[in-house]
């Protein structure tokens, strides 16, 4: 059992930046990668970021790989995103999941847990 909680969202001016923050508690968390989605209406699902269990490698997808960053701490149980030069297109719901093993994958079906997702919103 993974139970998540995201921070960190709100409403910021595009250009600006912003720090999501997932909590986790669980034993099994600091085995598993983690990994970022987000959701805008009438839009499906995105990956956005993905980390492995030890934070060695993470991945971005391209839309945000040049202005995302995902990160993990796993003696605090948490993972970030940090988000610079944000877009208005980056409006969405955004959840964090953790993974079904230590491997990094970008299908949402692959994800065991979820949080209940953090809103952002850019702004033009």
């Known amino acids: 059992q993974v139970h998540l909680v995201e921070s960190g969202g709100g409403l910021v001016q595009a250009g600006g930046s912003l720090r999501l923050s997932c909590a986790a508690s669980?034993?099994?968390?600091?085995?598993?990668?983690m990994g970022w989605f987000r959701q805008a209406p009438g839009k499906e699902r995105e990956f956005t970021a993905g980390?492995?269990?030890?934070?060695?490698?993470?991945i971005h997808a391209d839309p945000v790989k040049d202005r995302f960053i995902i990160s993990r701490d796993n003696a605090k149980n948490m993972v970030y995103l940090q988000m610079n030069r944000l877009k208005p297109d980056d409006t969405a719901v955004y959840y964090c999941?953790?993974?079904?093993?230590?491997?990094?994958?970008?299908?949402?079906?692959?994800?065991?847990?979820w949080g209940q997702g953090t809103q952002v919103t850019v702004s033009s």
């Open positions: 980390i492995s269990w030890d934070g060695r490698v993470a």
């Open positions: 999941a953790a993974a079904r093993q230590h491997i990094i994958v970008r299908d949402s079906n692959l994800y065991d847990y």
């Open positions: 669980g034993r099994t968390f600091s085995n598993v990668a």
